[in-house]
């Protein structure tokens, strides 16, 4: 506790814009199934749709005082990612951090706690997924760390690895691994163009996958 | 297990159409305060009130290919009744599954896991009442069954039991009952129209139901 | 058990005004980060901004009589505060309720159980904060309080006692204390407008509030 | 509601007695993995072990009436299974009730909901399988009905039916079925043997299942 | 915040003593079914049965220093209750505190929150009802207050209030209703005994508590 | 998603054992109070005190085949320790995989999700900390991963890492940490000793641990 890493390496931007095209379920099937946040992580307004790079923040219960150092260690299109020592709802983050956050070029906040002054948040367009909206404020008296490997919302993330969000959730992708995963992401959207044509034509599933075979190899019956 | 049951009764398009036209808080009181799932059922989008007949899905956790075989069950006017073997909340839906589901006629999801894709959803107006948002995705290994008695968020329901979903949740209605509970539902709209005017005029509940004298005869006090 | 307490004192109808004006936010925070409902009190719909004082319920699990109760207590400009006797998501609360408690001159309703008829309030435009949206109806069998001290999602609250209740979620002020609470309240906000201006300028909350000092006394290290 | 089924089919108290000998997971496998409540239902003493026939009670939050009337429905070796009509966790039983209950020849009861004395229920060895313990007390005011279908904790139980419980928690088979299941329940306890001295020998689940190949083909990587 | 109370008032050690034997199912029966914390708050051990006054402790979340602070002000018989001015489910309290508490003659804690050590605590009779376990330990940086009002697990609990708690949970009951409580709990205790002996010998409830006329008179059906 | 990895460091056996001599609470404080899983990690009996290597297993929802894979590389002294894809309740382990894992010398198991034949388990003296007891099995379908690192109920854990598991919980230690933080918890135990006869004695924590000076900076007012 108590240490601030303060140089961390990014992905390239243009694979960070494209995966936050992608999308959230596009992207974590691309990556095998993996990287999503707990279903309860949920954004304060619909329709937001960013990726960034993930300067994380392990806060203890209850105390806010690492979001300021972390604010500092911001570069334009970074996202915060605060995950508490343990659990809490509280209202970490308000209008006033959010100003300086956006000041800062931040594109949002992902936070396994709670957020607070969601209408101005609305307002300003600074999108924030949270556990929980709460106005119980917090103090500033016990050290964390900033861009340390945290577990957020059950992820393990580290700073510097890609966070897609939006209506569906919040996804992590190692930073190593963006373009690869954004290649896969491509291909799968590319493929599901086609299907979703066939699909919105009457034609089944069922045959487009060519599942009858094998739904009838594991014994399916129709009575 | 793996067992798809292909002729389902249902009730009369019409009777259906007019109970969702009542809607599902009229529709519980009607059928004697019964039916109404489990509170944690949410819509993804505001406004929707749909009716239609359930095809029912009992289905492993993290496994949604029987969304697949439910399909080819469709009628127009249907629902997809969804519910897990076991508490998931996996995304066992998107927007390749919606458009095929809707191609086919189906008016809705009702789902005791999660959705995703809910911003395409939302766009091509399906409504999906389910107990989570999640991205993470399922696998297609495991057989389940199509259109035979589930247990969906708290309430027993049977393929072909009418459906009625808006944004107070979801109830079911036992398909052999539609018809009494369409005109019970009828008959206390009609009523509630005048108390709605009473009341709005600033008469109290307590004289226009005569509730003193029981209030009184209870030993209600006031100091 | 069976109370209803037919005269309660009140707080200056401006100095609730006012209350609501500043927010559930600014407000908890000018009474020493106290007075918060627990962050499930959730609104049915986005906007809403009340002040009032309140009409305290306490009901029992999936039994609204004590409403009708309330309502005929209420005076222009209070608020609606019903606490179960034990934890209970039924729909107390739908629209002939809010359409009499409207008549009346109520403000909303803060409710630890369920509400229902949601598409009806939000055209109404009587904003409730409940812990469930739910349409399972409740019956009229058994005896409740009105205006006796409840505690409500975690929070002793007594009739005329203030609640404020916004998007954040729904705050209690002592009526004893509501004009001292503004006071600060208000000093708070005037001292918030130049922090806004200075973080949104790119000052850093580190600078602006003088943190380094103390950060580095804690043991903070920079690698 | 406000009905008493007074004539129930049960299965043969000889089957019912199998079915308990051969446990929770057992049975549950026997007949598909099928019939387990949820898991919060949780024995109120550990050891406890019984099968018997279901005296099934809808009843409202909050209202332990439609006890009474079970009671009196009750033969020897019957399991009291109550399912509230909306989510409740007061203490609808104490040990007035088990004494009532036991003398009637209860076996134990599964309820979804509170139970209270638990101290004095494990003297008398009456078991509980329930969602909370709680001494929040409960009113007689409002009918149910007893005998009638109910979902209880996730399952559709009907009276007859033959419940299983133990320190696992519950399953329920269909009085029908249970004949069956018992036939496969005692198969699969006869191979479990000999598969259990296998492995207590050393030998691998891999080998002795024969899994290897299939892994293969699935792909697993041993690295 | 940051408000020890020194000088409270207790109920008659002997009153307290007979509640606490009375237990917490009678003892909340007999003071109209209120009082009983949330079901959520369990013993960290079987069979301990206490009463005793209340010293209060508002603590923040993660920060267990009020408890050091408190244990100072506890006289023999006293429970300590904390309520965390947020939800928390840290480990507040272990061996250490246990020790002190026990030297200074405290019965027990109530605690909203975690608490740790639970073989030691067990070892050395200290019961512990709380909500969770666990061994993530607190700081010591944020005041909070001593004897002041707070709400404990949903029940406001004023210091001096006696606190009675069993297998079944904790109660409250009001300091100056102390001796009325237990006159009615006595009283309740002495009519459960005859009752109890007329159910064990199958007299059903619905006969000696004479409930048949009034079931039928709301329309329960035989059929 | 399909990879075990075969060879595994471990922390000096002797290390590990006094890691667990030293219990759950007492090394989460000698690393920084880092490390706990959730508090809803819970032993399936009381007592056990184990410390152990993890071979970890990411394992689909309700598919239990990793545990097979698992359990050849399993070394003496080993704990097992599964984390699921996604929430789930199912029971993936009981008495026959149980006997499989002691006898290849595992020490127990951790896992996020749910487990069965608990009576068994508690015979053979295996412990499990668990989220659930649940009887609802699974199937052998979809490939996980083994000894790759995972989170579990909150806690990034590498195979080979140091699981310590008691009454109070789970705890993980990085393997490379081992020596360090026992070293740290050993002089923590080793100053408790003299702390706790110094309590027992009726000495007060604000004088042992001088904290008067500092709580009356803080503001602390005695009235």
């Known amino acids: 506790m108590g240490v601030v890493v303060q140089t961390i390496e990014r992905a390239y931007a243009e694979v960070i814009r494209q995966l936050g095209a992608a999308g959230v379920a596009t992207v974590h099937e691309a990556q095998g199934r993996t990287g999503c946040l707990a279903s309860y992580m949920r954004p304060i307004f619909s329709g937001a749709r960013i990726a960034g790079s993930a300067v994380t923040i392990s806060a203890p219960p209850g105390d806010n005082w690492m979001l300021h150092v972390a604010i500092e260690q911001l570069q334009p299109g970074d996202i915060l990612v605060l995950a508490p020592t343990s659990p809490c709802d509280n209202g970490y983050f308000g209008d006033l951090l959010a100003t300086s956050a956006q ?59 890609v966070i897609v969000a939006d209506d569906d959730g919040v996804c992590v992708v190692r930073r190593a691994e963006a373009e690869a995963v954004l290649e896969r992401a491509q291909a799968r959207e590319a493929a599901e163009e086609a ?29």
């Open 103 to 161: 000041a800062r070029g931040a594109m949002g906040l992902v936070i396994d706690a709670g957020t607070r002054d969601v209408r101005d948040l609305t307002e300003m367009g600074f999108p924030v997924w949270s556990k929980a909206i709460s106005a119980q404020g917090t103090v500033k008296e016990t050290l964390g760390s900033v861009n340390v490997p945290v577990v957020c919302a059950g992820q393990a993330i580290e700073a510097g690895d």
């Open 195 to 223: 299907k979703r044509a066939r699909l919105a034509a009457g034609e089944l599933g069922l045959d487009m996958y060519g599942m009858r075979g094998r739904l009838a190899e594991k014994g399916l019956k129709y009575v």
